[in-house]
């Protein structure tokens, strides 16, 4: 059973910084995809960037240059760097994890294939 743990979320002027990170445990795979979506009231939930088990990443069109994705598996820890936020930025982002192959950019847009998400952390961005 795969579990994940988000934080790092808060409040943040346009223009500023905040790193997410999400603590995983429980999986065994060798090749998995693991990626953050977010999703704002009233909106489907959206793919924001994903990386596989061979470290390649993806990332959806709007945060492209800003927002960064990363993991440490010594600590079995995911990060999303998020600079330059935005407004739009607002909104619950999960963790999630996927066991398979596909690649980052094939389960950036198939949130629907994660087996395991965290429960969430809120990312408000104000004007």
């Known amino acids: 059973q795969v579990q994940l743990v988000e934080s790092g979320g808060g409040s943040e002027q346009a223009g500023g910084s905040l790193r997410l990170s999400c603590a995983a445990s429980g999986y065994t795979y060798s090749t998995y995809c693991m990626g953050w979506f977010r999703q704002a009231p009233g909106k489907e939930r959206e793919g924001v960037a994903t990386?596989?088990?061979?470290?390649?990443?993806s990332y959806a069109d709007s945060v492209k240059g800003r927002f960064t994705i990363s993991k440490d598996n010594p600590k079995n820890t995911l990060y999303l760097q998020m600079n330059s936020l935005k407004p739009e930025d607002t909104a619950m982002y999960y963790c999630?994890?996927?066991?398979?192959?596909?690649?980052?950019?094939?389960?950036?847009?198939?949130?629907?294939?994660?087996?395991?998400w965290g429960q969430g952390t809120q990312v408000t961005v104000s004007s």
């Open positions: 999630a994890y996927v066991r398979g192959h596909g690649g980052s950019s094939y389960f950036l847009v198939r949130p629907g294939d994660f087996a395991s």
């Open positions: 990386i596989d088990s061979d470290g390649y990443t």
